[in-house]
């Protein structure tokens, strides 16, 4: 297998903090408990020890609330061991010299051990080969800027040119990336271009929203897969919540956004709860060989 992570990926105490209307979460408010074997539910406050957290597939058994996974983790419960062939990596530039940028990025690519928010490569997911992608929220909130969009289109391309379908795990809940203005914006465009090119080349794009999965990245790519499954509760949408209560003055259902409220209204085809991901993905990559 291919080095893929800068860093060997350590045993990490996951600490999800309590999230705000938006799916936004602060490290702040993480829960989090004296004893660094033990991570505390944010959302039925239960103390988990890890080795559970780890083996229940970082879900809640109290309350079955998901915690967010890496795109180490999700590698780890979705592909076939040692199929993974990543692409070249790339790495962000400051084409705006925003302050602070390149040590923001820095500090992602130390803490994640990702060149930058999306993991990206051919892999076997129940012994179908196809492309996969991954969105990693740790990375700048998983935002999309130039290398994201890039690796993008070049999963569509290398998808046809292989004949490959593709397979992209969402779950950014930072849009378009700030720092890179209308670079970051043009990302939208690119990729949802790249999509259609694939899908006139007759080629099978599966699309898996997890939480959150918001701004430029579901109005563009993720958005556009020939089906869409998600994870239970994620949250799916344009803008948060509270910005659309804000903006429209609406009382606004309290399921509004989640993956139930998407699948009720049919924008997305399903519902697939972690342990059974890999097994519906590899079953719908086996109808379109």
């Given at each position: 297998m291919l080095?893929v992570?800068?860093?060997?990926?350590?045993?990490?105490?996951?600490?999800?903090?309590?999230?705000?209307?938006?799916?936004?979460?602060s490290?702040s408010?993480?829960g989090?408990?004296?004893?660094?074997?033990?991570?505390?539910?944010?959302?039925?406050?239960?103390?988990i020890?890890?080795?559970e957290?780890?083996?229940?597939?970082?879900?809640?058994?109290?309350?079955?609330?998901?915690?967010?996974?890496?795109?180490?983790?999700?590698?780890?419960?979705?592909?076939?061991?040692?199929?993974?062939?990543?692409?070249?990596?790339?790495?962000?530039?400051?084409?705006l010299?925003?302050?602070?940028?390149?040590?923001?990025?820095?500090?992602?690519?130390?803490?994640?051990?990702?060149?930058?928010?999306?993991?990206?490569?051919?892999?076997?997911?129940?012994?179908y080969?196809?492309?996969?992608?991954i969105?990693?929220?740790?990375?700048?909130?998983?935002?999309?800027?130039s290398?994201?969009?890039?690796?993008i289109?070049?999963?569509?391309?290398?998808?046809?040119?292989?004949?490959?379908p593709?397979?992209?795990?969402?779950g950014?809940?930072?849009?378009?990336?700030?720092q890179?203005?209308?670079?970051?914006?043009?990302?939208?465009?690119?990729?949802?271009q790249?999509v259609?090119?694939?899908?006139?080349?007759?080629?099978?794009?599966?699309?898996?929203?997890t939480?959150?999965?918001?701004?430029g990245?579901?109005?563009?790519?993720?958005?556009?897969?020939d089906?869409?499954?998600?994870?239970?509760?994620?949250?799916?949408?344009?803008?948060?919540?509270?910005?659309?209560?804000?903006?429209?003055r609406?009382?606004?259902?309290?399921?509004?956004?989640?993956?139930?409220?998407?699948?009720?209204h049919?924008?997305?085809d399903?519902?697939?709860?972690?342990?059974e991901?890999?097994?519906?993905?590899?079953?719908?990559?086996?109808?379109?060989?």
């Amino acid at each position: 297998m291919l080095h893929v992570f800068r860093n060997k990926p350590k045993y990490a105490t996951v600490r999800p903090g309590k999230a705000n209307q938006d799916g936004e979460t602060s490290e702040s408010q993480a829960g989090k408990s004296a004893d660094p074997q033990w991570t505390r539910c944010d959302n039925c406050s239960s103390l988990i020890y890890n080795k559970e957290l780890l083996k229940n597939l970082y879900v809640c058994h109290h309350c079955g609330h998901y915690f967010r996974m890496s795109a180490a983790q999700r590698l780890e419960l979705l592909v076939d061991a040692n199929t993974f062939r990543p692409f070249e990596p790339l790495v962000s530039g400051n084409p705006l010299d925003f302050p602070g940028y390149p040590e923001k990025v820095a500090q992602c690519q130390s803490a994640t051990g990702l060149d930058d928010a999306i993991l990206i490569g051919e892999a076997k997911i129940e012994g179908y080969s196809c492309i996969l992608g991954i969105i990693d929220f740790g990375f700048i909130g998983g935002s999309m800027g130039s290398v994201v969009g890039e690796q993008i289109t070049r999963g569509f391309e290398h998808g046809i040119a292989k004949q490959l379908p593709v397979v992209i795990v969402s779950g950014g809940g930072g849009g378009a990336r700030m720092q890179e203005g209308i670079f970051s914006l043009m990302q939208m465009a690119k990729t949802a271009q790249a999509v259609g090119r694939f899908k006139q080349a007759g080629l099978f794009y599966l699309s898996v929203l997890t939480h959150p999965t918001m701004g430029g990245i579901y109005a563009s790519f993720a958005s556009l897969g020939d089906i869409i499954l998600a994870e239970p509760k994620a949250l799916i949408g344009f803008a948060g919540p509270r910005i659309v209560a804000e903006t429209t003055r609406q009382k606004l259902p309290p399921d509004f956004q989640t993956a139930e409220y998407a699948l009720k209204h049919g924008m997305i085809d399903g519902i697939v709860i972690r342990s059974e991901m890999k097994a519906a993905i590899g079953k719908l990559l086996s109808f379109h060989l």
